[in-house]
């Protein structure tokens, strides 16, 4: 089975409509003067109709096409900041281990490096972008005060960014 793209959505739409059309027209031309009239109706509205909405295709598919373009971006830029969370995180756990040899100096610097690398990205928003540094700082230091804190902001701008309503 074909996927159910927007070109096929819309086509389905439009010859769904067309017909509604075409048959709601010839009952009434069969009401209103018998069966040339409701063939006349129904070729009529069936025909308006389609060629109505191929002179808007292009305006609805760009508008579909503007949506999922932001639909897109908006994934892209909230799986990264989840997907920061999760390595700032990790880095958080290297620098304060429950065990004095729980994790190695090399684990600890792929850890930073990975996080580091996560929070440069273009795409990330500006605020999430901040909030990281702020944390990635704080654990540079080994500041396990500062760290917490700025952990617990740097949660809630994620949250924030993900449960934002889209624009």
């Not at 074909?2 to 027209?25: D, E, F, N, Q, W």
């Not at 009529?44 to 999922?68: C, D, E, K, P, Y």
């Not at 304060?96 to 996080?115: H, I, K, N, Y």
Request: proline share 3%.
């Amino acid at each position: 089975m074909t996927p159910l793209t927007p070109v096929r959505t819309l086509t389905r739409i439009t010859l769904g409509v067309a017909c509604a059309m075409a048959v709601l027209c010839g009952l009434l031309g069969a009401l209103a003067g018998g069966w040339v009239s409701a063939v006349v109706a129904a070729s009529i509205a069936g025909g308006g109709t389609v060629v109505g909405s191929s002179l808007t295709r292009r305006r609805s598919m760009a508008s579909f096409s503007a949506a999922q373009r932001s639909a897109e971006a908006r994934g892209f830029a909230d799986g990264l900041a989840h997907g920061l969370l999760i390595g700032v995180a990790q880095y958080e756990a290297a620098v304060f281990p429950l065990s004095a040899c729980g994790v190695t100096t090399a684990e600890r610097d792929s850890r930073r490096a990975f996080a580091y690398r996560v929070a440069s990205e273009e795409k990330l928003p500006e605020a999430v972008r901040q909030s990281a540094a702020t944390v990635l700082a704080a654990l540079d230091e080994a500041d396990r005060h500062r760290a917490k804190d700025a952990m617990e902001k740097f949660s809630r701008v994620v949250h924030d960014q993900l449960t934002a309503p889209s624009q």
